[in-house]
């Protein structure tokens, strides 16, 4: 069974800096590109950056660009994204997910998701 494990959300204030974690079970990423999105109450879910199957290839939301940054460890079967400069309004849960091929940030693209981990940004 595929599943992903998020990790690394919490509270952190204005100008702070997490790492989201996405690991896979069940499955190999190495054919599979990364999306991570996230969704704030009351919003729809949008896409954050997504990285291809070889990591050779990356895409961010404008609203994110210069501030996270995705990667990956297919030794690990483990998949990062390193947000810096947090601000209130990237307050949301955060999902990773998989689909194979060409990446997208599109998440009705995506098959395999994981639960989801909260980040909250605030003073």
């Known amino acids: 069974q595929l599943q992903f494990v998020e990790s690394g959300g919490g509270l952190v204030q204005p100008g702070g800096s997490l790492r989201l974690s996405c690991a896979a079970s069940?499955?190999?990423?190495?054919?599979?590109?990364i999306g991570w999105f996230r969704q704030a109450p009351g919003k729809e879910r949008e896409g954050v950056s997504c990285i291809s199957s070889t990591g050779g290839s990356t895409k961010y939301a404008d609203s994110v660009k210069g501030r996270f940054t995705i990667s990956r460890d297919n030794a690990k079967n483990t998949v990062y994204l390193q947000m810096n400069s947090l601000k209130p309004e990237d307050t949301a849960v955060y999902y990773c997910?998989?689909?194979?091929?060409?990446?997208?940030?599109?998440?009705?693209?995506?098959?395999?998701w994981g639960q989801g981990t909260q980040v909250t940004v605030s003073s």
């Open positions: 997910a998989a689909r194979p091929g060409l990446t997208t940030l599109l998440p009705t693209f995506y098959k395999y």
């Open positions: 069940g499955f190999t990423l190495d054919y599979y590109g």
